[in-house]
């Protein structure tokens, strides 16, 4: 057990010693005392002397007296615990807490004494006698920690108090509204970004507005997949990495340290897995979310319970809303594949199936939409050729 010292520091274990021996042999002593008085009262009262052998008598006096001592002991440890407690508080508290603390102390002890007044000047027999000065000290000693504690639990409120003279209900107020204002928001989850939303470009866009927020991340795997993509044989392939290392070099520029390049190392990754089950345990491992146009590799993550940010998902859930009976002027570019239906494309990319315009490709026509289906690939626009076409 350490006892604080202003310094910060606390006393040597001699000077502990030397202080906790002769306290805890004087509430041993001091409870063992009551007790003794206490069983000899209890002995002396008609109803315990006629069910109490008198043989037995010192025995149950000696017996309250030990109850006593670990009473006393026990009420000695709890007292010394809330003044260590308290005496650590001031210690580390600034000059104004320490002023308050004792402000506090001393009007418990004025307020204990008043308690105490009644019992000082109150005729009591001879025996009971031992009893009055350890109840006058205790109920001080009580008084007074618990007038300290009282004033160090309003230290903010007696502090805007006394700087500012405003009353209690105005401090309580501001200090509940700085608390609330100063509150830590939790951390925002990174967005591990895979090769295909990086090709696509999208995601600069939607970055930008502010619809995505955190750190962009790119494993290292996943840029060494770009350069791979940028350098194939392959002329579409190569042009689709390009494009890739050009919008990332983009969103470094514009996004500055919010895109960040992790190298495998860094995370504890297997060689053997492929791209995307890495995807999915660098996200886990970051407690991060996946940020992808890869239908495959969403499902993957969703079985992992690793939160995925689908951008066609997104594109298509802002597409707007067609209502039954709408007319749309949209050219007809091919024949469906049903007998008698033509397909077109509003400029958000949905597809419209124009029933009994099979025999319009080529031509602009006013259709009229009958429904819409939700399908993986996106929403589908149903519609027929509206009157007079």
């Known amino acids: ?35 003794h008085q206490a069983g000899r009262l209890a002995a002396s009262t008609d109803v315990v002397a006629r069910a109490l052998d008198p043989a037995l008598e010192p025995w149950f006096i000696y017996g309250m007296a030990a109850i006593g001592v670990m009473t006393g002991v026990l009420v000695a ?31 418990g002890v004025l307020i204990g004494s008043a308690i105490c007044v009644p019992f000082a000047i109150a005729s009591i027999g001879s025996q009971a006698s031992v009893f009055r000065p350890l ?70 866009s939607v970055r930008e507005t502010g619809f995505i927020e955190g750190e962009l991340i790119i494993p290292s795997f996943v ?5 791979h993509i940028a350098d194939s044989a392959d002329p579409q392939r190569r042009k689709r990495g390009r494009r890739g290392l050009i919008m990332l070099n983009k969103m470094q520029k514009d996004f500055g340290d919010d895109v960040r390049v992790i190298n495998e190392t860094e995370l504890d990754l297997s060689d053997t897995d492929e791209v995307d089950i890495r995807l999915v345990h660098t996200a886990k491992q970051m407690g991060g979310a996946v940020v992808t146009n890869d239908f495959n590799l969403s499902k993957v993550a969703e079985l992992h319970g690793v939160q995925v940010l689908n951008v066609n998902e997104l594109a298509n859930a802002l597409k707007p809303v067609l209502l039954h009976g709408e007319d749309l002027r949209i050219s007809v570019v ?16 949905t597809m419209v199936v124009i029933e009994g315009a099979a025999d319009r490709v080529g031509d602009e026509v006013w259709a009229s939409v009958t429904s819409m289906i939700q399908t993986v690939a996106g929403k589908m626009v149903f519609a027929s050729l509206a009157e007079g076409e």
Do not use: H, W
Request: hydrophobic content about 50%; overall charge neutral.
């Open 1 to 35: 057990m350490e006892v604080p010292t202003p310094s910060g520091g606390s006393l040597p274990r001699r000077g502990v010693l030397a202080f906790l021996v002769p306290y805890f042999l004087a509430a041993a002593g001091g409870g063992g005392l009551l007790g």
């Open 77 to 107: 440890e709890m007292l010394l615990q809330a003044f260590l407690r308290t005496l650590g508080r001031i210690v580390s508290a600034q000059p104004l807490d320490r002023a308050i603390g004792a402000a506090g102390l001393m009007l």
């Open 135 to 204: 109840l006058i000290v205790g109920i001080l000693g009580m008084a007074g920690i618990i007038g300290m504690l009282f004033a160090l639990g309003l230290r903010e409120e007696l502090s805007q108090f006394l700087a500012t003279g405003r009353g209690v209900g105005a401090g309580v107020i501001e200090v509940a509204a700085q608390a609330e204002g100063t509150r830590a928001q939790p951390p925002i989850p990174p967005k591990i970004l895979d090769t295909s939303v990086i090709i696509d470009g999208r995601i600069a």
């Open 223 to 227: 840029l060494s997949e770009l350069q």
């Open 334 to 349: 091919k024949v469906g594949r049903e007998a008698g239906q033509g397909v077109g494309y509003l400029e958000d990319g």
